[in-house]
């Protein structure tokens, strides 16, 4: 029983870990684009929405 | 974008660094699930002070240094000699590939845009956000394993699947916190062009793609700041903003450091609560 509570609070915690991996890096992927003012806001929305959900809808 | 072209490196090519982590830096067979759990929950603890501090630092570094920590409290031999030594080589090569690779590409680009001003600066544009989305491919590459190489190392899963519920975790963080280093990195540290831009991101990737393809985990950031100070070398110019960097090395050097004695210090504590030797 033991074992199996920290097995489980194994799995969340790498699945915390590659949470926190995926907000930290953010900047070091399109931080750039972000930045250059390559992405243009949506309207209705922001830059930061741009960056990470609309996929084929820049420049 | 950085959710799909990262879960897409993630689960088709995060393979090799899945494999070091979960086995590469103490034996498969010392790892427990306390360990383990330990480990992860160290790392993600520093890199969510690291970001909500806004310091763009390694999760590989902090991934590598959580694993020594518990192994030392574990009583578990670390492969000093092979893994730890290589992977300090890797750090340091890291940035110094990106920015010789960043210096060149940079004149590449210079070259190309020659005599094409607008339609230049719109061909550029575009082969930003392509070198960024492969920069969130080679993230998805490079980084899963820190977060599911374990998994791997006790036997719980392939390094496929592993990779793949990795890179759904590390979308979904970028999803609902990504904007604090975003805005760091993208306005506060580096002022490029678009020439410029494209150079140091293409060196960043391919340094850090090349990284993840021989199994060591390396670090974006390092590489980014590596491939930014090589194109700034091209124009004969300073891009970074020296503050900035000053924090961010120190960071650099005490983040590991930190997460090395919380892991030791927490599982020390924890074995003892729970009566496991």
Excluded at chain 2, 22 to 40: C, F, K, N, S, Y
Excluded at chain 2, 142 to 154: E, K, P
Excluded at chain 2, 201 to 216: E, P, Y
Excluded at chain 2, 259 to 276: D, E, P, R
């Amino acid at each position: 029983m033991e074992n199996q509570i920290l097995v489980i609070a194994m799995v969340a915690s790498g699945l915390f870990f590659g949470w926190t991996i995926g907000s930290h890096y953010t900047g070091a992927t399109m931080g750039m684009a972000y930045g250059s003012g390559v992405i243009k806001s949506p309207p209705g929305g922001d830059d930061f929405d741009r960056v990470l959900l609309a996929p084929g809808s820049y420049l | 974008m950085i959710a799909f072209f990262l879960l897409l490196g993630a689960t088709f090519e995060s393979h090799n660094v899945v494999t070091t982590v979960g086995t590469g830096i103490i034996r498969g067979e010392d790892m427990t699930p306390l360990g383990a759990m330990v480990m992860m929950l160290t790392a993600a603890l520093v890199t969510a002070a690291n970001t909500w501090m806004k310091w763009p630092v390694s999760t590989s570094q902090l991934a590598c240094f959580s694993v020594v920590g518990a192994a030392l409290a574990m009583g578990a031999p670390v492969f000093w000699k092979t893994t730890i030594v290589f992977l300090c080589i890797t750090w340091v090569g890291t940035p110094l590939m990106a920015a010789v690779l960043g210096y060149f590409f940079t004149h590449f680009t210079d070259w190309f845009r020659k005599g094409k001003s607008e339609r230049g600066d719109k061909i550029m544009g575009y082969a930003l956000l392509v070198a960024c989305c492969y920069a969130a491919y080679t993230l998805g590459c490079n980084n899963t394993g820190n977060a599911v190489g374990v998994f791997f190392g006790l036997g719980m899963t392939t390094p496929m699947k592993a990779g793949f519920i990795g890179g759904i975790a590390m979308a979904i963080g970028a999803l609902t916190w990504g904007r604090p280093i975003l805005e760091k990195v993208g306005k506060g540290i580096v002022q490029l062009d678009l020439s410029m831009g494209v150079g140091a991101k293409a060196a960043q990737s391919i340094t850090a793609h090349t990284a993840a393809a021989l199994g060591f985990p390396t670090s974006m950031n390092q590489a980014l700041i590596g491939g930014v100070g090589g194109a700034g070398g091209a124009r004969g110019l300073k891009t970074v903003d020296m503050a900035a960097m000053k924090e961010i090395v120190i960071s650099w050097f005490l983040t590991p450091v930190v997460a090395g004695i919380v892991s030791f210090i927490l599982y020390s504590v924890l074995a003892y609560n729970l009566n496991i030797h």
